[in-house]
């Protein structure tokens, strides 16, 4: 079973204080890694995908990297317009229910003080 | 712009009433998507559909049911609503195509069984 790991559950940073959300993952096989990002009462946005091991991708100031176990999310300088949670969810070989499945993480809930 | 669409943002129901959950999507997205979300308990899968009148279960299919009559419509039944069934539900769609899996949420419902 497919298995997806946040940490930390939360987060306070100082606007401008730069720092890593992780998301670890346990699957049979990756086929993608997704980020999302959701405010309250609202539905997940989506931001990246990475497929491999090594694979970046960037958008303002955020920056999503993947290796074979794990995934960061590292936000420079952030403002308080980044304060939301962001998932993570994994695609994988094994999925079940059908290919087309993703196991989503629980998690990081970040806040961005001014 | 992708765009998915909930019927309702928020729903009070009573106990035992038949709760009917809308969502629709202009992407041409042939997977569509039902989700709850609660909190500490993550997104949770509860049926999904890769074509027209066709549905999978996914993790938690236990007193729901959904239909499928048009590629851009899915619906999520609940078919004598109980206080548990408390909950946002978000719908969501995707391409089916190897290359790719990002799934588009809609906004979310949130509803209340009383």
């Known amino acids: 079973e497919d298995q997806v790991t946040q940490s930390p559950e939360a987060l306070r940073l100082q606007e401008g204080e730069s720092s890593s959300l992780n998301c670890s993952y346990t699957?049979?096989?990756?086929?993608?890694l997704f980020w999302y990002r959701q405010d309250p009462g609202k539905g997940p946005e989506f931001l990246f995908t990475?497929?491999?091991?090594?694979e970046e991708k960037e958008k303002e100031r955020l920056k999503a990297t993947l290796t074979k176990k794990e995934s960061f999310l590292h936000i420079t300088a952030p403002k308080p317009e980044d304060s939301a949670t962001y998932l993570c969810?994994?695609?994988?070989w094994g999925s079940g229910a059908g290919s087309y499945q993703l196991t989503f993480g629980k998690g990081t809930k970040l806040s961005v003080i001014p | 712009d992708v765009k998915v669409t909930q019927s309702s943002r928020y729903l009070v129901k009573r106990t035992g009433e038949k709760v009917f959950l809308e969502c629709v999507q202009d992407?041409?997205?042939?997977?569509m998507f039902w989700y709850r979300q609660d909190p500490g308990l993550g997104l949770r899968l509860i049926y999904f559909?890769?074509?027209?009148?066709?549905?999978e279960k996914g993790d938690i299919p236990e007193g729901y049911s959904v239909s499928r009559e048009k590629k851009e419509r899915f619906s999520l039944i609940l078919e004598s609503a109980s206080t548990n069934q408390t909950s946002m539900y978000l719908c969501?769609?995707?391409?089916?195509?190897?290359?790719?899996?990002?799934?588009?949420f809609g906004p979310g419902t949130r509803l209340t069984v009383l």
């Open positions: 990475l497929y491999s091991a090594g």
């Open positions: 992407m041409d997205h042939e997977n």
């Open positions: 559909s890769y074509d027209v009148k066709m549905k």
């Open positions: 969810a994994v695609w994988s």
């Open positions: 969501a769609s995707s391409r089916r195509l190897a290359g790719g899996n990002e799934q588009f």
């Open positions: 699957v049979s096989g990756l086929r993608g």
